[in-house]
């Protein structure tokens, strides 16, 4: 299990890989994994999210509103992207822990350190989104691999599974990453780069 530091530094990086990537992208209109998304759409989901979370965990709550998809575009998804990184990075880094927030859109009060798990889990797996969508490999570090892939089996176990990611598919067993991205419902072979 990492510890609070460790996955604030483990969600600083995978915050900055898909900064990086987003200063890569011109095209918004490629599909990405994340079925009927394209990039436009995935990044404005992801800057919606960073924003809602970061005014809940600076405030201690934030209406549903505050999650809500920001629509980009080329010319300013990068700055966006940076910006909401930024912002959500900063209060996680300010908060307390063990403190409790609400989580409006999830219906639910984790404590930061929750929250904070919830994000890493998100960010990693939004960033090989991207990266597969624009056919590149990605895979965090070995640590945040160990930490999703847990995750995503308490996920994928849930009754019902969740409405957040798609139905889970079988773990393979050869390749932790792989499995997590599985257990998400994403098909990592299908998405491999040529």
């Given amino acids: 299990m990492l510890t609070f530091d460790e996955m604030l530094a483990a969600y600083d990086r995978a915050l900055y890989d898909t900064t990086t990537l987003a200063s890569a992208t011109d095209d918004l209109t490629i599909p990405t994994p994340c079925a009927g998304w394209d990039l436009a759409d995935l990044f404005g989901h992801m800057v919606g ?3 809602g979370f970061a005014t809940a965990v600076a405030d201690g709550d934030a209406p549903v509103a505050a999650y809500e998809s920001v629509p980009v575009d080329s010319k300013d998804v990068a700055r966006r992207w940076q910006e909401s990184a930024t912002r959500v990075r900063n209060a996680f880094g300010a908060a307390d822990p063990e403190a409790t927030i609400h989580l409006a859109e999830f219906g639910f009060h984790p404590t930061v350190t929750i929250a904070l798990g919830m994000q890493l889990l998100d960010a990693a797996v939004h960033s090989w989104d991207v990266a597969a969508a624009l056919g590149q ?3 965090p570090a070995e640590p945040t691999v160990t930490f999703v892939l847990d995750m995503a089996r308490q996920i994928a176990a849930q009754p019902g599974g969740t409405p957040v ?3 889970p598919l079988p773990e393979h067993g050869s390749d932790p ?4 991205l599985r257990l998400l419902g994403r ?4 998405a491999a780069p040529a």
Avoid at 177 to 180: L, R, S, V
Avoid at 187 to 190: F, K, R
Wanted: charged share 25%; aromatic share 18%; hydrophobic share 35%.
């Fill in 49 to 51: 999210q960073n924003l």
């Fill in 165 to 167: 990611f798609g139905a």
């Fill in 137 to 139: 490999a990605y895979r």
């Fill in 187 to 190: 098909d990592p072979d299908q």
């Fill in 177 to 180: 990453w792989g499995d997590a």
